[in-house]
Every structure is written in structure tokens, then in C-alpha cells.
């Protein structure tokens, strides 16, 4: 995803929760392949030696290699000076805290990180909201009326991050964007050359949208996935019980879905302030850097501003953020691990 | 402008049809649908209009379509060098990380071994790991040691990238097939090995399928890296050809709606054809039951 995908590939951390369980125990079905007629047997444990190291070893060290080596490196990076002049010459200038200190004292990444975390926590809100609503919206629709929906959201869902950044730039265009004739024709005035990309805020506001746009299908229709799960007769019941709708949501919906509502919204956030993609290429974190989210800051500050020291600061601690996020994360998961 | 449009729906399968209520949920979805299939339907139709219909102020809904503009987007100097880097990168990643995972996932679904546990949680760590912040210091390394420009750094990146999830869904399929239909195999006189390749692997065809599309997806996706990493026109991918084309165009619009969906049919035909399993692998995983 999301949309990662942000986007789409996305899907992939939801499989970890269900499926990281089964040490031991029974593991869940796959939802995949329809080849696989019986329900999955325990694992019986053969004694295997080395072999099982052989296997994992490729995989291991390449994570090492790619992942955990870069990491390490930017630890290491975010502790020396590295100007244009340290660039150009590759010499290694320990500056010890200083990276993190000039950065601790400097109102314009205070001022980022502010921006970041309410980008995010209005965007996560939004998408939330919106996609639960859609989800249940689904739950009632006929089976065409259904059928539309879903297949517009699958639309919205796979278009390519990039692609869809393109698109939204044309349809907000100045001169010939429909969104600008939109307005017209909807009787605002004002919007006859009206440039939305004209301060950092109506910048963000447009990469908001964008990205409630192509995050809200993935929670919608997992939301609606969610639903067909539970029972009618619950419904049935609580209707017998005179509930209201909302009364119903919260009683019913709410307590069924929880550890889907708790894991996608921790999902969200973590992939809506890592985002990338979508803020810088919308309108390259301009203007007068007004629309830099973490990411784009510590990228532009490095590329375009030649402080790679501080650049790698800013990287670790958006990731030093990004782990305290991911600790509720996992701790969610390994907790419904021990439940299955 | 989605918000503005949501209904909110408060009752479930309360009421029967044909009353005000199911008006408004049927053109409340209507209006939804329309709202997220503009933007797609947008870049098709801009795409497929000649010049002057696109430069317009007040658009043009109906028109004689015209491939004018596929033909100004592929005629750009370099264009088969980024297709070919593109599916290169892609491809390349996508079928290491299926070998390596094929591997690390066989080994977690079925063998017994100390530390087993560990490389679980690793695996579930990498899958979150942050990429789009670690582009500094993946520069710095690959600047050192000349890698640069470079298409096979970047498909080893790509395959670190899609190899945690590549090992999660493959690790599912594989904990799937009942271990019995090993051991009968074994038992007729076949190998670890040869149990492996004549009974596990036909029956995760469709599993390695569906894996290997969504690793095509992320490969396809990436951004930050490429950016970071490869500057030169040469070692670049379609994801910058197409940031690109704008600067490089101008305001020709309709040359770039014709990119954006050049880059965008492939992902959008594989994504529509793996729709069941991007939905139900989300049940499987978060929602219970």
C-alpha cells in the first residue's frame, strides 16, 4: 500500500497477525488457494539438524546485509558531520550529539515534526471513519449496487503511488484541472485559475486527499470482509432488543471487529508518517518547504541542503517514532497470537 | 471530498427495500463510486483526447479518441531502457526473493529447530521496516562501494524489500498442506527433497502466484530509492520516467495521463485479478475467525 501502498503490496503486513501464530497449535487456514481442500493438520516436528539453518541462512543474511547493515550505518552517519565539503573529500568528521542537539534546537524541524504528526493523525482519523463507514455502507448494499462500489474501490486501491500522484496534479491543475471547473460550475468564485498548490498547507491538503483516496478501499473492504463474518442473528438480536443503528455498531460491530479496528489503525499511522512518495512528488515538498513531512525533510535537508549528518539524524529519530508506534503494533499482534 | 460524501449508515439490515432509506444508500454508493473511480476513469480519458480537447477550460466529456498521445510518451529518448529497467528490477527481485523465501519459509512451517521463534519475529520486523528513511544511508554505502547507478543494487534492494512478506505468505501456504501427504510420499520411498518438490510445490502454484504479483506490485511502486540511487538517465526506472515527464513536458497533460497509464496498466490488471486474495488475506490475518 498504501497504500504503501501505501498502497497495495501493502497487504502484506495483515497476514502477519493470524498467521504468526501456529508454534504449536493448529494454524490458521490460508485464504488462498482453493487447492488446499483440508483444514491444516499440526505441524509434526522432525529433528533436522543443520538443515534448517541452511534454509534460513539466505535469507538472514541478506536481511542483514540490506537492512540491518543500512540501519546500523545510519546510526553511524547521524553522528558525523557530512557537509558538501566532507562529501566531496570522504572524510569522517565525528561531531558526537551535535547533529541532534542543532536539530533538538531548531524550531523549523519542531515545526515538522508538529505538521508530521497532526498530517498524520488527521489523515489516519479520515481514513478510519471514512472506510468504516463505506465498510458497513457495503454490508447493506444489493448484491450490483455492491458490486459497483467494490470494483471502484479495487480501482482506487491499485493505481500505482506515482501514477497516482500524476493524476492528482493534472486534476488539479491551474489552468485546465476539472477540479478547478468543478467549482465554477458549482458556483464558487474565485476558482477561474485557482492554484492549489500554492501554499504548503493547500499542498498537504491535496496529498490528504490523495492519500484518504487510495488508503480508505483497503479498510473498506477488509472492514466489509469483517462483517460477513459475523452473524446475522446478532443483528437479529439486537434489532429484537429495539437497538438503534450506532447503538448496534458500538454493541455489536465494534467489540466483534476490535482487533481489526486496533491493527489497521496502528497500519495506518505507521504507513501515512513514513509516507514518501505521495508528499514529495506531489509537489517536491514545496513550497518554501512548506509541505515537508519527516521523510521529505530529512531527504531534502541531505539531497538538497548537503547535510547528510543531520539528514541521517532526522532519519533515526523519525524511526525512533516510528518504533514507538510499532510496539503497540506488534504488541497487538503477538497478543492475538497467544489468542488463536 | 470524499468526507462531504460518506452517509453514514446506522442500522443493518434493518428495513426492507423500496423506502427513502434505500434510495439514499443506493445513490450514496453511486455517488462513492463515482468519486473513486474518477481520478482512474480521468487519466484514461485525458489520455485518449487530442490536444485541444484537453486544453481546455471547461472539459470535454465526449470525443473521437486518438493515441497521439501513447506516442509522445513512448517516443521520449530512453523509453525501452525503462521499461527494460523497470521489468528487470521487478522481475529480478520478485523471483530471488521467491527462491530465498521458498527456502526460510519451509523451514519455519515444518522443521523444528532453536531459534525458530526468533527468525519469526525478525521477519515480522522487516516486514515494517522503515525505507523510505533509510535512503541517506543506503546512498552513503552504495556510493562507497560504487554501486551507484546500479541495476543490480537496486533489484537486491527491492528484494530485501518484498523477501519478509515473500517468507509470511509463503509460510502460510506451505503450513496448509497437511504434513501427511508428506510423509505418504515419504513413505512410498521419496526423499525430504524429493517429497518437497513432488507434493509441496504443486500444491503452492497458486500461493507462489498471488505472493510473487503483490511483490511485483511493491517492486513496481517503489520511489524513494530509485530517486535516492539512480540518478543517471540510463540505470532509471518508469517510476521516474513518469515523475519526470512533467517537467520534462511541460503542460502537456495529455502526454502524461498517457504515461501515468501506461505505468498503471500493469498493476491495475494484476491487482484486479488478485482482488479475492489482497481482501482475504486481510481477514485471515487481523480479523479473526
Known amino acids: 500500500m498504501t497504500v504503501d501502498s501505501q498502497g497495495t503490496a501493502t497487504a502484506g503486513p495483515q497476514d502477519a497477525p493470524g498467521r504468526a501464530a ?25 529433528p533436522s539438524g543443520v538443515l534448517p539453518y541452511l534454509l534460513v541462512a539466505p535469507a538472514l543474511l541478506s536481511m542483514a546485509v540490506l537492512l540491518l547493515y543500512p540501519l546500523i550505518r545510519n ?27 542543532e536539530l533538538l534546537g531548531d524550531s523549523d524541524f519542531w515545526t515538522v515534526v508538529v505538521r508530521s504528526v497532526v498530517f ?24 450490483k ?27 488539479f491543475d491551474e489552468q485546465f484541472g476539472v477540479v478547478n471547473w468543478l467549482m465554477r460550475t458549482l458556483g464558487f468564485s474565485g476558482y477561474d485559475q485557482h492554484n492549489w498548490f500554492e501554499t504548503g498547507f493547500s499542498t498537504l491538503v491535496i496529498v490528504l486527499i490523495l492519500l484518504v483516496w487510495g488508503s480508505v478501499p483497503f479498510v473498506a473492504l477488509n472492514m466489509y470482509a469483517g462483517l460477513t463474518t459475523i452473524g446475522s442473528e446478532l443483528y437479529e438480536a439486537a434489532k429484537m432488543d429495539g437497538a438503534s443503528g450506532w447503538r448496534t455498531f458500538w454493541a455489536v460491530v465494534f467489540p466483534n471487529l476490535r482487533s481489526f479496528f486496533m491493527i489497521t489503525t496502528f497500519l495506518e499511522i505507521i504507513w501515512i508518517f513514513k509516507a514518501f512518495a505521495q508528499v514529495y512528488a506531489m ?57 488463536l | 471530498m470524499s468526507a462531504a460524501t460518506t452517509p453514514t449508515p446506522q442500522k443493518l439490515r434493518t428495513r426492507k427495500p423500496l423506502t427513502v432509506a434505500a ?46 498521445n501513447y506516442k509522445t510518451a513512448t517516443g521520449v529518448d530512453l523509453f525501452w531502457t525503462y521499461v527494460t529497467n523497470s521489468l528487470t528490477v521487478t522481475i529480478g527481485a520478485v523471483l530471488l526473493a521467491l527462491v530465498v523465501a521458498l527456502a526460510a519459509s519451509f523451514a519455519i512451517a515444518r522443521l523444528k529447530f532453536k531459534g525458530r521463534k526468533g527468525i519469526v519475529l525478525i521477519v515480522m520486523m522487516a516486514q515494517m521496516a522503515p525505507w523510505e528513511v533509510m535512503v541517506i544511508a543506503m546512498y552513503m554505502i552504495s556510493r562507497e562501494n560504487d554501486l551507484l547507478n546500479s541495476i543490480p543494487m ?87 520516467w513518469l515523475t519526470q515527464f512533467q517537467t520534462a513536458f511541460g503542460s502537456d497533460w495529455g502526454a502524461t495521463m498517457a504515461a501515468s497509464t501506461l505505468f498503471a496498466l500493469p498493476v491495475l490488471v494484476v491487482f484486479l485479478f488478485l482482488q479475492r486474495k489482497a481482501v482475504g488475506g486481510m481477514t485471515a490475518g487481523a480479523v479473526k475467525g
Open chain 2, 23 to 68: 434510495v439514499a444508500k443506493n445513490l450514496g454508493a453511486l455517488v462513492l463510486a463515482v468519486v473513486f473511480v474518477f481520478p482512474v476513469y480521468w487519466m484514461f480519458s485525458s489520455s485518449l483526447k487530442p490536444q485541444h480537447e484537453i486544453m481546455t477550460k471547461d472539459p470535454v466529456f465526449v470525443f473521437t479518441p486518438t493515441f497521439e
Open chain 1, 120 to 143: 498524520t493523525a488527521v489523515n489516519v482519523a479520515l481514513i478510519m471513519a471514512i472506510g468504516t463507514g463505506i465498510g458497513l455502507l457495503l454490508n447493506r448494499l444489493g448484491k
Open chain 2, 154 to 240: 537496486l533489484t537486491l534492494i527491492y528484494f530485501v524489500m518484498v523477501l519478509p512478506f515473500t517468507i509470511w505468505t509463503l509460510r502460510g501456504f506451505i503450513a496448509a498442506v497437511p504434513v501427511e501427504l508428506e510423509e505418504a510420499a515419504q513413505i512410498d520411498g521419496c526423499t525430504r527433497g524429493q517429497a518437497f518438490r513432488k507434493v509441496i510445490f504443486p500444491l503452492l502454484a497458486p500461493g507462489l502466484m498471488s505472493t510473487s504479483l503483490f511483490g511485483f506490485i511493491t517492486a513496481w511502486n517503489e520511489f524513494a530509492m530509485i530517486l535516492m540511487l539512480n540518478k543517471d538517465k540510463e540505470s532509471q526506472t518508469l517510476t521516474l
Open chain 1, 145 to 171: 449496487m455492491r458490486l459497483v462500489l467494490s470494483l471502484a474501490l479495487m480501482f482506487a486501491w491499485a493505481m500505482p503511488i506515482v501514477a497516482s500522484v500524476t493524476v492528482f496534479r493534472w486534476l
Open chain 1, 75 to 101: 546510526v553511524i552517519l547521524s553522528f558525523q558531520q557530512l557537509n558538501r565539503k566532507e562529501f566531496i573529500t570522504r572524510e569522517t568528521v565525528w561531531t558526537g550529539f551535535d547533529n541532534y542537539t
Open chain 1, 283 to 339: 509537489n517536491l515538498g514545496g513550497p518554501d518547504r512548506g509541505s515537508e513531512t519527516l521523510p521529505v525533510f530529512a531527504y531534502i535537508e541531505g539531497v538538497g541542503q548537503f547535510h547528510y549528518g543531520v539528514a541521517a539524524a532526522i532519519s533515526i529519530l523519525t524511526i525512533v517514532m516510528l518504533i514507538a508506534v510499532m510496539s503497540f503494533y506488534f504488541r497487538l499482534i503477538l497478543k492475538e497470537e497467544e489468542e
Open chain 1, 22 to 46: 501456529g508454534k504449536s497449535q493448529t494454524p490458521p487456514p490460508s485464504p488462498g488457494p482453493k487447492e488446499v481442500l483440508q483444514p491444516p493438520r499440526g505441524r509434526r516436528s522432525l
